[in-house]
């Protein structure tokens, strides 16, 4: 399977690799911060503070996380096309690297905002992953 799979996979790995980034630079950035308490962002941050922008970049790429790799990998499972779930895995992962650098780099909180467009590029794909599946079980 692992060779069959090796760019589903090897996508996969760069979307945990990705979250672990966002997770050390959040955890960076947090600290530098003058009332930095391990654990807790101060409800007073808004879309300005990059501590915040880095905080929620880091969460919701987590709360996204198991709703797309544990899919994938079922497609793995069941024997989905390797082309199509690679392609689907990797241009997930452009959406999220995407997210990431203006989530970072612009301080809004207008919606939508250019970040906006890469998640619901996210959304997208991850849908058309339960599309795929979803007819790899009935169809076969």
């Known amino acids: 399977m692992s060779h069959t799979y090796w760019w589903t996979l090897l996508g996969l790995w760069f979307i945990l690799l990705l979250v672990f980034v966002q ?14 308490a391990p654990g807790k962002v101060s409800d007073d941050l808004g879309h300005e503070s990059l501590v915040f922008r880095t905080h929620r970049t880091f969460h919701n790429s987590l709360e ?23 392609a689907m895995v990797w241009a997930y992962a452009l959406a999220r690297v995407g ?15 250019p970040r906006s467009y890469f998640f619901l590029a996210g959304w997208v794909i991850n849908a058309a992953l339960f599309v795929l599946i979803g007819m790899r079980l009935i169809v076969g």
Do not use: E, R, W
């Open 99 to 113: 997210h990431m650098i203006l989530y970072y780099s612009i301080a809004t909180a207008k919606n939508p905002s």
């Open 64 to 86: 996204n996380l198991a709703i797309f790799v544990i899919p994938a990998v079922l497609g793995m499972v069941i024997g989905a096309d390797p082309a199509i779930l690679g």
């Open 23 to 36: 997770n050390t630079i959040a955890a960076g950035v947090h600290a530098k911060h003058d009332s930095a």
